[in-house]
């Protein structure tokens, strides 16, 4: 299965190149073939450190991306090369792009989305091929991720045209997204973590009505959990859906998005799985925009193994709300504050520590996690309560530094309060025996 994988990749980067693109085979130099093209390569190196005075433990209880506790992580080290679709127009175009990463996000971004057990009996599961344990497993944090292989066209039809995309792609739910440069803070919301899809394997299709409505619908598949974290060559034949609309104001000071996922659970069971989020923002005046997020999901007649059920089959959901707030103090510095509810109702979808409930195998018969001991993988229904604050600084822009390696270096610090309660269950304790935490991190993105 290693060499089709390989073998797809080699697919995928011939079409790029050779198929899909008018090359132009008389190019002088490379540069200017690329830059007549409009091949795009670039990426982004992402990196920090996590001080946690309460864990002995290594992790930082259920916080996910940022999880490692009083230790250097470098979370990502990930490359891309794309050739972006030109929508504005009335003819054909096509277009694509094949992202790698490495780094300790891996194992959050892979497609995981058929776990190692089915969630509504329990049977062990074949798991998808596509990125999972590539590498690095001896390390017990670092991997490989290929979170975006696809290929895309911009059709014209109708008034605007219709943009497609086909292969594995990052999912369009919800404010917070994988990608380092894309978010304000170091660590994620739960409500990211836990409560929505990070990819999807399948169809995508986007269409702006006008200059105030958009839409996009999708046709997802590869994936054991309703269409989440697809893959390739498993589940092939459990198709779900992703639909959303997006309304923004003629001055683009407002917006407001509502996005789902609705399918069947996996080819094994009709019970459904979905979810749907709604993210308001507005532009309150130059220097400062308000976030709000809410998603709302569900899972029917699941299999529970917690502080509260030990095989018992339930419909699970959860719940969350999220609100951002961000000031530009300066050109280079901005302050930011984020406040967090999330409620796992049946203690179904945070784990903690995630990433040792992330990669688990069955191992000669036994179930078994590269990342840690099983055995201090904990869950329960609760509520989560999380305070954030922080600084971004765009530190060579303010020294004024001529290096254009540099140029684009962003410096993260962030203090995170997490609280959790449980829910109609006995009381809780994920951080190192405590119900609250306290984080201090020190992060850096440079993209290039």
Excluded at 264 to 286: A, H, K
Excluded at 331 to 344: Q, Y
Aim: charged content about 15%; some cysteine.
């Amino acid at each position: 299965m290693k060499y089709s994988k390989w073998m797809l990749f080699a697919i995928i980067g011939s079409t790029l190149f050779f198929t899909i693109y008018p090359v132009n085979l008389h190019a002088n130099t490379l540069k200017k073939l690329v830059k007549d093209n409009r091949i795009e390569f670039g990426g982004w190196i992402h990196g920090g450190a996590t001080f946690n005075p309460s864990q002995t433990n290594g992790f930082n209880g259920p916080v996910a991306f940022a999880d490692q506790a009083n230790r250097f992580q470098l979370n990502q080290f990930n490359l891309f090369l794309q050739r972006s679709v030109i929508s504005e127009t009335s003819k054909w175009d096509l277009g694509g792009r094949f992202d790698f990463l490495f780094g300790t996000d891996a194992i959050f971004t892979q497609a995981f989305g058929v776990p190692t057990f089915d969630v509504n009996s329990g049977e062990p599961l074949k798991r998808n091929n596509w990125d999972l344990d590539l590498c690095c497993a001896s390390t017990k944090t670092y991997g490989i991720a290929l979170p975006q292989a696809y290929l895309e066209a911009h059709v014209p039809i109708g008034k605007n045209g219709l943009n497609l995309k086909a292969g594995h792609f990052y999912s369009p739910t919800g404010f917070e997204t994988i990608p380092a440069p894309d978010n304000f803070f170091y660590t994620r919301a739960y409500s990211f973590n836990a409560g929505e899809p990070f990819t999807h394997t399948g169809l995508q299709a986007n269409y702006t009505i006008n200059n105030n409505w958009s839409v996009l619908g999708s046709a997802v598949t590869g994936s054991a959990t309703g269409g989440w974290d697809g893959g390739w060559n498993r589940q092939l034949g459990n198709w779900g859906g992703v639909f959303g609309i997006t309304w923004t104001s003629d001055s683009h000071a407002t917006s407001l998005n509502i996005t789902g996922t609705y399918g069947e659970t996996s080819v094994r069971s009709n019970e459904p799985w979905g979810m749907y989020n709604i993210v308001f923002q507005q532009r309150i005046n130059p220097r400062t925009q308000l976030v709000l997020h809410y998603v709302h999901g569900f899972a029917d007649n699941v299999l529970l193994n917690n502080l509260k059920y030990t095989n018992e089959v339930k419909d699970a959901q959860w719940i969350g709300f999220v609100t951002h707030l961000y000031y530009d103090l300066t050109e280079n510095v901005s302050l930011g504050a984020r406040g967090e509810w999330f409620r796992d109702r049946e203690g179904f979808r945070n784990p903690s520590p995630f990433r040792i409930a992330a990669a688990t195998n069955i191992v000669n018969g036994i179930p078994d996690s590269y990342a840690g001991s099983l055995s201090s993988v904990t869950i329960t229904p609760a509520d989560y309560y999380v305070a954030t604050v922080g600084i971004n600084w765009k530190a060579a822009k303010t020294l004024k530094l001529k290096w254009d390696a540099i140029k684009k270096l962003n410096i993260r610090s962030n203090i995170r309060y997490d609280r959790v309660d449980a829910y109609h269950a006995a009381a809780y304790r994920p951080f190192a025996g405590n119900k609250d935490q306290i984080l201090f991190s020190l992060d850096f993105v440079l993209p290039f």
